[in-house]
Every structure is written in C-alpha cells, then in structure tokens.
C-alpha cells in the first residue's frame, strides 16, 4: 500500500479567512457616504426598470447622482488633505 502524504503547506487560516484590520475598517468608514449615495441611486434605477420613469423618478434618479458626485468629490477632498475624518 502506498502511502498518501499531503502535497501542499497545512491548510491554516489564509489571507482571506482573516478579519479586517482596523486600517481597511476605517478605509470601509471613510468610503461609506460614497457607498450610501451609489445604493441610493441603484434604489432608484431599479424603481424604474419595469416601467417608464416618470417626472418624479427622473429627479429623484438626477439627485441620487448629484449625491454620488458630491460623496465622491468629499472623498477625493479629504484624501488629497490627507485628513482621515469623515463627513
């Protein structure tokens, strides 16, 4: 009988296993008005994909974009400051 030994390293804990560093959390948090806007403006597509929008879907689509800009905008801001704090 042949022996059957493992071919690769011990399976342990992989980089992907692991849970976030308090570093990639605060990038999370510092990127969560931009994530907030964009689910925003996703809620209103999708309101509007079985039919055909009406005035009031066009602006609420036109402002949920203007707030994924504007998030955007802050964020660039902040990280070109190099200040770490949120809105």
Not at 24 to 30: F, P, Q, V, W, Y
């Amino acid at each position: 009988m042949k022996h059957i030994g493992a071919v690769q390293v011990v399976v342990t804990a992989d980089l992907f296993d692991r849970e976030p560093t308090a570093a990639e959390l605060d990038a999370i948090e510092s990127e969560m008005p931009v994530i907030t806007a964009e689910l925003e403006l996703l809620d209103a597509q999708i309101v509007t994909l079985d039919r055909t929008p009406s005035p009031l879907d066009v602006r609420r689509i036109r402002r949920a974009r203007r707030r994924v800009l504007a998030a955007r905008r802050a964020l660039v801001n902040r990280a070109a400051d190099g200040s770490p704090e949120v809105a």
